[in-house]
């Protein structure tokens, strides 16, 4: 089996192909990723000597650079993770988003038409569906939900959707999504809630919550995340959407405050800032269709979850600093000031 994977040297991308190389050690695992700010080369160390996998530095709105990949490799499957996917930053620059995440997301499907093609599986998020209010626990966002969403980056995650099921519809592709909640786990960008929180207090700077940190999330394991693909990519039906997460919704500010707790340090260094325009409020999703259909369910929890990941940041400064020491200063001192 050959699996192209795109956008695998950012955060969930190379915790699946680090999963699927491990389970499957006869697949075949390409890798597709222009290297943007988000993406990292050195998160594919552990897999670069493998025969099984090689990686290619190309953007997914590369045309020519797409149908050449697939002339070399005919793949059987595509699982598209390759996106910008940063809320904040698509406020500031919406164009990009459009680009990759919509225009990106056709050139895969129409390479995928041209050369034929198993399986298309588009790796989406709960943030197409809007949030819930904070009054309502009791409502949860079903695959029958109506898109409905709040930021460019989950506007442009949604239209790629839309279009992923129209290619399925009209020209028969065989696709399939899924939408997944907030994950955590190693490799995770430090520019996002927990990774920057941990990189942060453990340099003893302040912790930056948006509005009062009320806003809730509905947290899963990034290796729960990948199991779910990998069982959509196999097992599940053809043109479906499937919800993944974990019934874990946690407020924000209750998250800095176990990653102070497990590191040690005071929540003084907590400070609030102005709050994100248009912040979705609550985020809960209902997994019941991937646990009826395929099975599955979250095996992480996230008392354990936490633990091993701040594990990780502690074993694995080199990664992180490099990456908070070179450009991305610039985007932190634009964002929070000079904290
Ligand atoms: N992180 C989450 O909590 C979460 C939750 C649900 C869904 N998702 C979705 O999962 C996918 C992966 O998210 P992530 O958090 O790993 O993102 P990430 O920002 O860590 O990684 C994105 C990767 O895509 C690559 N990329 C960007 N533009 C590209 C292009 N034009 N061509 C090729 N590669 C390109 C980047 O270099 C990077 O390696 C995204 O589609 C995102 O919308 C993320």
């Known amino acids: 089996m050959n699996i192209i994977v795109t956008g695998g040297a950012g955060f969930i991308g190379s915790n699946f192909i680090f999963h699927m190389l491990k389970k499957y050690p006869d697949y075949r695992i390409i890798c597709l990723d222009c290297l943007t700010y988000a993406g990292n080369l050195s998160t594919l160390a ?37 996106a910008e996917s940063h809320v904040d930053r698509s406020i500031e620059n919406p164009e990009v988003f459009l680009n990759t995440n919509i225009i990106g997301t056709a050139v895969l499907m129409d390479a995928c ?34 898109i409905h969403t709040s930021s460019p980056y989950s506007s442009s995650k949604a239209s790629a959707d839309l279009l992923v099921l129209a290619y ?36 003893d700077k302040p912790l930056p919550v948006y509005g009062k940190g009320e ?14 693909i990998d069982l959509i990519i196999h097992k599940g039906r053809v043109g479906e959407v499937y919800n993944v997460g974990g019934h874990n919704e946690m407020k924000n500010i209750d998250i800095v405050k176990i990653i102070c707790k497990e590191l040690g340090k005071p929540e003084s260094l907590i400070t609030y800032v102005t709050d994100r ?24 929890k996230f008392a354990d979850g936490i633990k091993k990941t701040i594990q990780w ?18 985007y932190y001192e634009k964002m929070y000031g000079n904290r």
């Open 277 to 300: 325009k248009g912040h979705d409020m609550r985020y809960a999703i209902d997994p019941t269709k991937i646990h009826n259909e395929l099975g599955w369910l979250p095996e992480t």
């Open 168 to 203: 399925h519809r009209t020209y028969g592709l065989p696709v399939s999504i899924s939408r997944c909640s907030n994950n955590y786990g190693p490799y995770h960008f430090p520019e996002k809630l927990i990774p920057l929180m941990i990189a942060n207090a453990l340099n």
């Open 313 to 330: 940041y502690l074993d694995n400064k080199e990664w992180w600093e490099t990456i908070i020491s070179g450009e991305y200063q610039n």
């Open 215 to 228: 806003n809730v999330r509905d947290w899963l394991y990034v290796e729960d995340h990948c199991r779910a």
């Open 46 to 82: 552990p897999v670069m000597d493998n025969p099984n996998f090689r990686f290619v530095k190309e953007s997914i709105t590369d045309r020519e650079a797409v149908y050449k990949l697939f002339e070399e490799e005919h793949p059987d499957m595509v699982v598209n993770f390759a």
């Open 113 to 146: 038409r041209k050369y034929g093609i198993k399986r298309y599986h588009q790796v989406s998020t709960d943030e197409v569906y809007g949030d819930l209010p904070l009054d309502r626990p009791d409502l949860f966002f079903t695959e029958e939900t109506p």
